[in-house]
């Protein structure tokens, strides 16, 4: 394996065993049951158990990776798994299913009974407004309540819903709403980030003239303007009225589509992935039961956009299916103050936080003295997913809080993390992802396809289906077959590279494509950031590789400093110790120090856009999902400086 020494030797740290006040014997237990249950069809078929079905099915699963169906003859309902069943049962009517708190510090708290109420109303009023089965919905609004009661409406009635980033703008919305022939909208007049309205109604109406098939658009009074609507527009609390009545929840072919997400990128057109009624109830209350965990008195945080897909699997879906309170953040974790994050916990005693590794990167940017003025002592679990989360930023996050630190793996179209130490019974590594829970396998692969050793980097590539595995790509099943399995030929393409160490734990360095040639030597860009990482004054880093007429490529670091760090004396130190870690052929053409990077809201750095300021001058893909547009303002100045 070649190399950064910092990654192999957190790679060959020991395994951490759980402390006795870490350790949940109860789930130490199950987990051992789920792992005997051996294949994975037998422990889905455990999973479907849990839920609650209209009528049962007759066999588990039919066909391969690449076509496959589950449970057929069953039929289910996903709000009423995650909605009704917590509703009718009289001790857990009247826990809280939603604790929501908006930007300006409004709250709103909804129990399962009042949940389930409103869901059922809004959706006799979306079907009083034409929607019918396998309608498309789209959604457009930040983290309200009225997201999980728009969910869940169309989950009620088999519409298909898609949910669109409150931060995009005119030509985003409309390209998604026109490539998914979206029928109606639930938008909110605004929202509030930073401080500020955003205006999403107006962007809606700028946008609709591009999306003919959208016939109603059902409108979220959020800032209590009260703004006179247009022809075609229906105030949310007057749909809700006119479905006083309700409506029984429509059971549905687990197989049948559930939603579309679309994924942003290069490409001019939006890519709508599909993920399944059964498929994606079963997989994320899964992946919610095993990573997070329901237990008494539980508040879990899914500190993540609903934009992002780990929205509706960890909280929407998973954690609503699991019975979990879950609490919701409509703005940003700096504002008005960089203490926002803590005063959230405290206010609603949250035990359980979901985030991106950029949360914790930016904590620790607040300073050690913030969080001591916050010691948080109800949390008992921080979990990460979204980039890859490095050492520094796990030993931090744990000293910190005092807590275990779960990394978890997965992407959109797997519809739910799939490997990550279980909360309360598994061992941790620094950076790992863990092990594979039941019910899905694996392979690191070299490019001829064939597995590599432990401690050998390569292709990562997933060998069986799953529930939440994606079905196909909207309008367009061979650019879901070409993707995900030309490549490898009966197994899915992660178009990630990872390592396997000697424990068994699994390490995922980042996109195959994110690979460099340097003078004919291959290096991940994200070996290079684990070295840059590691040094004490970095918070945060981002290698790219830009085009060089001797080398091919070179890499070039971008880097944010600690507060109290020397921005001229850190950039040399930074290329002296990756030189000294990986050789002369990893030696940074530049450093750049920023106080920003362009992120998407969901805390991913847009590292093709970096690469675009240094190649180009300027962006030249999609810039739609970025938050702050103003970052990258920030960048752009530092390059051409």
């Not at 990573?291 to 897909?309: I, K, N, R, S």
Request: glycine share 10%; aromatic share 8%; charged share 20%.
């Amino acid at each position: 394996m070649s190399g950064t020494d910092s990654l192999v030797q957190l790679i060959d740290s020991p395994l951490r065993l759980l402390p006795p006040e870490w350790t949940v014997p109860d789930r130490v237990t199950a987990l051992k049951a789920a792992r005997d249950l051996g294949d994975p069809d037998s422990y889905w078929e455990w999973v479907a158990r849990q839920q609650r079905w209209s009528s049962p099915w007759h066999t588990v699963r039919t066909g391969d990776i690449e076509d496959f169906r589950y449970f057929e003859g069953g039929r289910i309902n996903v709000a009423d798994n995650c909605v009704d069943r917590w509703a009718e049962d009289p001790a857990t009517a009247g826990r809280a299913a939603v604790v929501w708190e908006g930007e300006p510090g409004d709250t709103r708290t909804l129990t399962y009974a009042e949940l389930a109420e409103e869901v059922s109303r809004l959706a006799a009023g979306l079907l009083a407004l034409g929607v019918q089965k396998g309608d498309v919905v789209g959604i457009y609004m930040p983290n309200l309540v009225e997201a999980f009661t728009t969910i869940h409406a169309c989950n009620r009635i088999g519409a298909i819903y898609t949910v669109l980033f409150s931060g995009f703008g005119e030509e985003a919305v409309a390209s998604r709403l026109q490539a998914a022939r979206a029928s109606v909208v639930v938008v909110a007049d605004a929202s509030y980030r930073r401080g500020k309205p955003v205006p999403l109604l107006a962007t809606l109406r700028a946008a609709r003239g591009r999306a003919p098939s959208v016939r109603a658009t059902v409108v979220v009074d959020r800032t209590g303007d009260g703004a006179p609507l247009q022809e075609g527009e229906h105030a949310y609390a007057k749909v809700l009225e006119a479905g006083n009545a309700g409506t029984p929840v429509v059971p549905l072919d687990p197989n049948e589509p559930s939603f579309l997400i679309f994924t942003s990128g290069t490409e001019s057109k939006p890519k709508g992935v599909v993920h399944s009624v059964g498929g994606f109830l079963l997989g994320t209350w899964a992946n919610a039961h095993w990573q997070a965990g329901y237990e008494p008195g539980d508040v879990y945080w899914v500190a993540a956009d609903v934009g992002w897909l780990t929205f509706p699997i960890q909280a929407v879906v998973g954690g609503l299916a699991c019975g979990m309170t879950i609490a919701c953040f409509e703005g940003a974790l700096d504002t008005p103050t960089t203490a926002r994050f803590y005063e959230i916990c405290e206010r609603h005693r949250v035990t359980k936080v979901l985030a991106a590794p950029t949360l914790a990167r930016m904590l620790r940017k607040f300073g050690d003295d913030l969080a001591a003025e916050h010691p948080l002592p109800a949390l008992k679990l921080v979990t990460m997913q979204g980039e890859p989360l490095d050492g520094d930023t796990f030993e931090w996050t744990t000293t910190t809080f005092g807590v275990p630190v779960v990394n978890a793996y997965g992407q959109t179209e797997t519809g739910s993390t799939w490997t990550y130490p279980v909360y309360g019974a598994e061992a941790l590594k620094a950076g790992s992802v863990g092990t594979a829970v039941p019910g899905h396998t694996f392979e690191v692969v070299d490019d001829d396809g064939q597995p590599v050793p432990p401690g050998v980097k390569g292709n990562l590539v997933l060998t069986a289906p799953f529930p939440t595995l994606a079905r196909t790509v909207w309008d367009d099943h061979e650019r879901y077959r070409a993707t995900y399995f030309s490549r490898f030929a009966g197994r899915y393409a992660t178009h990630d590279e990872a390592v396997l160490d000697a424990d068994g734990h699994l390490w995922v360095l980042g996109r195959a494509d994110d690979v460099i040639n340097v003078a004919a030597h291959r290096i991940s860009t994200m070996e290079i950031e684990a070295v840059v990482t590691a040094h004490p004054a970095v918070v945060e880093a981002a290698v790219v590789g830009v085009p060089d007429d001797t080398k091919g490529t070179v890499p070039i670091a971008f880097v944010t400093l600690r507060a109290d760090a020397d921005p001229s004396s850190v950039p040399g130190e930074i290329g002296r110790h990756v030189v000294a870690e990986m050789g002369g052929y990893a030696r940074l053409e530049a450093v750049y120090v920023t106080s920003a990077m362009p992120k998407t809201r969901t805390g991913k750095t847009m590292r093709r856009l970096l690469r675009d300021l240094v190649v180009h001058g300027q962006p030249t893909g999609d810039i739609s999902a970025m938050e702050d547009p103003g970052a990258l303002d920030v960048v752009a100045a530092v390059v051409r400086a």
